[in-house]
């Protein structure tokens, strides 16, 4: 009875101290929890898998080399009794989500529960990029009314904010195409922030700590230290390469919201608004120092207007020679630009915020200097059992997380007494706690949400977090939006304030910089890599789009693959579909017509993920049909084509997903194939180089393939898919304010999959997604 469900669940709500919540587990209604977490499962498909203290934690992850102590105890506050305050379930769906998980992870049917998170679906909701809301990750959820929507998270607001961009002289002014000149000059804007207000920021390019990036690196290369040396036998921190999509997504709390009244919701996003603002007003006073320098690369990398590669080696920098005998290892000889530009920064010890664009190697921007930092450290004090965790990096998702770890182990590879281990959603809390005691490791790579679970419930960890030194925020914008934003308090309140903050990221909206320095010193540098004026995305990457209606867009897709297909015989293609299902059903679609075809989406098996992502990274003539699982940061070398069908999430995202071709100074291309409704996202990137794609063949006999291969896609896919369809942009403001209109446009993509009557939809899930009586909509 899911309304009773959700009463139950609304019960509990008023405050669910963590201390409690183990009884739930052995309630004698168990059988109700089942069913709850069964029904509450199939409408809100949510990630499921973190709330530890309501049962057992499913799968493992990877420890890595021991700590080797190196002094005497040290004490410090055990966050435990710092610990929350209790606090309503509707405020933390994510926590509620995992709850109910863990519920039905307890229950008779004995699932393997590291398969817990491919339960979920991230997927259903628009997620407005970096300032989205709660629904983060790969949207949310199949099938979900999301209700609750900031300002922030409108195309408009994109359009208008993300396009304002400083002048040397610290002006904003609209980015527009006369401002591109990629750039020449092959210089990088590298700027400080902390101190000024408002419009006067002061000093123009050039000035103020102006400087030469490489006169910095031969001055201190002068200095360089000397490092220990041995081999280190144990790798295994980074051997696990689990995907995560998102540490925790929103949802279920909105839902319940939504099943009051309209006030209910517009509460919640005040609620919201009032975070923002608080987080927005220490932010303008942190900005109220900004100053601002120029520096420039060496004139020989200035050569390609996307050089991704410096002129400047490893082994010009201050860093340790065990350090440059893995890098040497590594295969990496000069550093990448952002390398470049931000070593030597933080090396000084500086907080720094970094942009530069995807796969330019901003991985081992921050952990070189981090492991640098922790190598020239004087031993500390510390207690042997609870040793410090020197360097903290956090990472939006599972996937992000395994890769750091795994560039960590390489660049770690000649300190034998260093090692990293990562914690992350989704995997087994008690096996991570039995690694991290077993192997305490100096390095430690987090998704937020497990992060915050060991806080509150691992013996010693917040202890040994109060010895962070270095905190990395990888894809910072994305941390730092309202979905995380909860954990990352938690999370800082925990650290000392003596720590050094590097975040990285390829797109940093001005919202994102204005909200993340509360966790950045005032004095902190911003450098931006990418050059003013030009696009954020690589000018070796060929933009296109393509405009057509939806009853095309099968036909589309399956042409303009054989026309790629046709032309690169090492063809490398990323299909990126707006929800999950979508996802399945594009996948069996495109299997159906023989192409060699897979996909990974958050309803898949960790494991199938996990395999599948390996077998992409290694393979050629292969297209992987994908969520936003595949959006942000994943290394999948040489792809020759990344499609997205559907609006994306928001300009971030797009940005994202485009980045997983052109890696490395590598051409790339990349086509977003809309509906003419959705043209309207194109306004959000005016200052993109997007070309109108020229649409390809589809002959009669194309299109009477097309069709008979999606007659043999299964019903149910196509059902689920319609509804996620449904979900999704009944999500978008835009979109899903009209529902009349929005329904018109799901039933035209019911017809675009051949199924002239729309599928039926439960009455319960059309309530609510506030569909309720909606025309068009068919129910049971
Ligand atoms: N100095 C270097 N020389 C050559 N290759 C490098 C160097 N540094 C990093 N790389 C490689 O470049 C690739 C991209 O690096 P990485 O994944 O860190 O990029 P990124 O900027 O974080 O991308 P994204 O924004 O998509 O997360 C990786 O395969 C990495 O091993």
Redesign the pocket.
């Known amino acids: 009875m899911p309304i009773k469900v959700l009463s139950q669940l609304r019960l509990l709500s008023p405050a669910l101290p963590v201390s409690l919540v183990p009884k739930a587990k052995h309630c004698s209604q168990f059988a109700c929890f089942r069913s709850i977490n069964s029904t509450l499962s199939l409408v809100f498909p949510l990630r499921l898998h973190k709330f530890a203290a309501f049962g057992t934690r499913p799968g493992s992850q990877l420890g890595a080399r021991p700590f080797r102590a190196r002094g005497a105890a040290r004490s410090a506050q055990d966050f435990g009794r710092e610990a929350r305050a209790s606090k309503s379930l509707i405020e933390d769906e994510a926590e509620l989500s995992d709850w109910v998980s863990d519920l039905r992870t307890s229950s008779l049917r004995g699932r393997q529960t590291s398969d817990e998170d491919s339960d979920s679906d991230m997927a259903g909701k628009r997620n407005r990029g970096s300032v989205g809301g709660r629904g983060r990750g790969e949207g949310a959820r199949e099938g979900l009314p999301v209700k609750r929507r900031r300002e922030g998270e409108t195309g408009e607001y994109d359009a208008s904010s993300r396009r304002r961009v400083r002048t040397q002289g610290g002006e904003s002014f609209p980015r527009n195409s006369a401002l591109r000149g990629g750039n020449e000059g092959g210089r990088f804007q590298a700027r400080t922030t902390g101190g000024r207000n408002g419009d006067s920021r002061g000093r123009g390019r050039g000035r103020g700590r102006g400087r030469v990036v490489d006169s910095v690196f031969r001055k201190d290369a002068k200095k360089g230290p000397g490092g220990r040396s041995g081999f280190i036998s144990d790798q295994d921190g980074g051997g696990d390469n689990d995907e995560e999509e998102m540490a925790s997504i929103g949802g279920l709390g909105d839902l319940l919201v939504e099943e009051e009244s309209d006030e209910d919701e517009d509460g919640k996003e005040r609620e919201e608004d009032d975070d923002d603002s608080f987080y927005k007003n220490r932010a303008s006073s942190s900005l109220g120092l900004e100053k601002q320098y120029q520096a420039k690369v060496t004139p020989s990398s200035a050569g390609s207007s996307d050089s991704y590669?410096s002129e400047t080696r490893f082994d010009q920098c201050s860093v340790s020679p065990l350090s440059l005998k893995a890098i040497k290892d590594a295969g990496?000889e000069?550093?990448?630009v952002v390398?470049e530009a931000t070593l030597p920064v933080i090396l000084k010890g500086k907080d720094v915020l970094a942009k530069?664009r995807?796969?330019?190697?901003?991985?081992?921007a921050f952990l070189l200097p981090s492991i640098e930092v922790i190598v020239k450290s004087p031993p500390a004090d510390h207690d042997n059992k609870r040793p410090p965790i020197l360097v903290l990096v956090i990472c939006p998702t599972r996937e992000l997380a395994s890769q750091a770890a795994a560039e960590a182990n390489k660049l770690l590879k000649y300190h034998p007494s260093l090692g990293v281990q990562f914690v992350i959603g989704g995997t087994r809390l008690a096996l991570e706690q039995k690694k991290m005691q077993a192997n305490p490791c100096q390095i430690l790579v987090a998704t937020p949400g497990r992060l915050r679970d060991h806080l509150e419930n691992t013996a010693g960890f917040a202890t040994r977090m109060k010895g962070v030194k270095v905190l990395v925020l990888d894809e910072a914008d994305r941390l730092l939006d309202m979905g995380f934003r909860k954990d990352l308090d938690q999370i800082i309140a925990a650290l000392s304030k003596q720590r050094q903050t590097l975040l990285f990221s390829?797109t940093v909206p001005e919202e994102v910089r204005q909200v993340c320095h509360f966790a950045l010193k005032r004095d902190h540098e911003f450098i931006n890599t990418v050059e003013e004026g030009s696009e954020e995305t690589h000018a070796k990457v060929r933009q296109m789009h393509l405009v057509a209606p939806m009853e095309k867009h099968f036909s589309l897709l399956y042409a303009l693959l054989r026309d790629h297909i046709a032309d690169n015989v090492d063809y490398k293609v990323l299909v990126f579909c707006t929800t999950a299902w979508v996802t399945r059903l594009v996948s069996d679609f495109l299997g159906e017509l023989k192409l060699n075809v897979r996909e990974i989406h958050s309803r898949k098996a960790q494991n199938y993920r996990t395999r599948v992502s390996d077998e992409f990274r290694k393979s050629k003539g292969l297209i992987l049909v994908t969520s936003d699982v595949s959006a942000?940061?994943v290394?999948y070398p040489d792809v020759t084509l990344v499609i997205q069908v559907g609006l994306p999430a928001g300009r971030e995202q797009y940005i994202h997903r485009l980045?997983r071709t052109g890696?490395?100074g590598k051409e790339g291309q990349g086509i977003l194939l809309l509906a003419p409704w959705e043209e309207f996202f194109l306004s959000t990137m005016k200052d993109l180089p997007l070309t109108k794609a020229s649409v390809p063949i589809v002959d009669p006999e194309t299109t009477k393939k097309v069709e008979r291969a999606l007659s043999n896609v299964e019903m149910k896919h196509k059902e689920t898919a319609y509804q996620a369809w449904l979900g999704y942009y009944n999500s978008d403001k835009k979109i899903g304010k009209d529902k009349a209109k929005l329904v018109q446009l799901a039933n035209d993509f019911s017809r675009s999959m051949g199924l002239d009557n729309p599928p039926i939809i439960p009455k319960i899930i059309l309530g609510k997604m506030g569909l309720k009586n909606v025309p068009g909509l068919r129910s049971s």
């Open positions: 590669l990496y000069k550093m990448t390398q530069a995807t796969g330019t190697g901003k991985t081992v390829a942000r940061g290394d980045g890696r490395k």
